[in-house]
């Protein structure tokens, strides 16, 4: 990299480039994604503490997969042709501001999903149309100056655009929900079949295998403090308003360490080292990322609601205030179980038996509450299922890790 940020080539980086970790302006960006997860999770509580269930897990899917995706699209991009000039630069400062754009849409696109007439993402599609210019913009600066994967990056630029027009037309056709949901369906396919036809049947771009495995995991933790952060300050407003009290020591002990446990779950998985021998199996395991980042989001999300709970606000039981943390701590595990056995094409017995007795974890604690227990002690309960598998990687996985790695590396 140059000392100075003058107008260079985006010829493509070395997909084997040594030592190729993010850079700073990489982690800034994911600091204004954060954000935007933020304001889902926080819209996503609000509607789980008053009961409306469908409407809250329509909003938070579509909301987290629009966040996701405008990530995943530029880290890719990013892996392989970030060359840190001026032009590089002021693109990602007008992505960033496209994802502010599309945090601002949040409100209003859960509150018409709520009020069920129709799916208000008029804020949010602008906030995408501004990332897009910057992104075709990037990808045809990209084709120009990278001969060899020209036909790839104008994959990219064909697939970015044709969903773009599909979604601004969805602002202006104001259909109901029904209607609005299949189309949605159909462009997010456009979405996805995109970088799948560009890396595997148009050449491929020069992404670096360990660079982007290290962009996802600094994403997981970024959201994971995010996590930490949203449920510190539901349970600050609680203190104000009652006062310190077991219950609430229980619910910021029991979500701190719950955080910390699914971090520690999600780097027992050897992510770089195998997608440098196999670069085919990096689509499985980046959409499924997707989904990793809806769960810890989500988790978020049941966390707000358990300070709400116990301040005595919210519209639901203890029962679904638990289960609104357990089941998107269930998905967690077992994404990463599927990414794990897809990445390493393993399907480990021990590996199974042990998600199971986390699984028998999680249940019980939704049965602990509905027997009495309180919503602080059945967190506790839910932070002892992700530490209940670390503690069997350290002690006798992590041998089945090492031979499934010798095999997949041979």
């Not at 993402?121 to 060899?148: C, F, K, Q, T």
């Not at 994971?224 to 949203?230: A, K």
Request: proline share 3%; aromatic share 10%.
């Amino acid at each position: 990299m140059s000392l100075t940020h003058r107008l260079g080539r985006m010829s493509g980086r070395d997909p084997a480039e040594q030592h190729r970790t993010s850079t700073p302006l990489e982690l800034l960006f994911d600091l204004v994604f954060v954000v935007a997860f933020s304001a889902v999770s926080t819209q996503t509580a609000l509607l789980f503490e008053k009961g409306h269930w469908s409407a809250a897990v329509t909003g938070f899917v579509l909301g987290v997969f629009a966040i996701s995706w405008a990530w995943v699209n530029y880290s890719w991009l990013a892996s392989a042709y970030d060359n840190d000039d001026v032009f590089f630069r002021i693109a990602t400062l007008i992505e960033m501001i496209g994802v502010l754009v599309i945090a601002l849409g949040m409100p209003p696109f859960f509150r018409s999903i709520d009020e069920g007439r129709h799916v208000n993402n008029a804020i949010m599609v602008s906030g995408y149309v501004i990332m897009r210019v910057a992104a075709v913009a990037l990808w045809l600066r990209a084709a120009r100056h990278d001969p060899e994967h020209r036909r790839a990056c104008l994959t990219y630029v064909a697939a970015v655009s044709v969903a773009q027009v599909g979604w601004v037309v969805l602002i202006f056709a104001s259909l109901p929900i029904g209607s609005t949901s299949w189309i949605i369906a159909a462009l997010v396919g456009v979405e996805l079949l995109g970088p799948l036809l560009a890396e595997r049947k148009d050449g491929g771009t020069p992404w670096h295998p360990h660079h982007i495995a290290e962009r996802y995991s600094l994403l997981v933790i970024i959201t994971l403090g995010e996590v930490i952060l949203g449920a510190v300050l539901a349970i600050s407003a609680v203190v104000d308003r009652s006062g310190w009290s077991v219950e609430v020591v229980l619910v910021a002990s029991g979500g701190t360490a719950l955080a910390f446990a699914m971090w520690w779950l999600y780097f027992t998985v050897p992510s770089g080292r195998v997608l440098g021998h196999h670069r085919r199996r990096a689509f499985g395991w980046s959409y499924l990322h997707i989904v990793v980042f809806a769960a810890v989001v989500c988790t978020g999300a049941g966390l707000h609601g358990a300070a709400i709970f116990i301040s005595g606000g919210s519209h639901i039981d203890a029962t679904a205030t638990v289960l609104a943390v357990a089941l998107p701590v269930f998905v967690f595990e077992l994404t990463l179980v599927t990414i794990y056995s897809l990445l390493l094409r393993t399907a480990d017995r021990y590996h199974i038996w042990i998600f199971s007795a986390a699984a028998l974890a999680l249940v019980s604690a939704v049965v602990a509450v509905g027997l009495g227990a309180s919503v602080g002690a059945a967190l506790l309960l839910v932070a002892a299922s992700p530490a209940l598998i670390v503690v069997a990687y350290e002690t006798v996985g992590y041998r089945h890790e090492e031979q499934a790695l010798r095999e997949a590396e041979a």
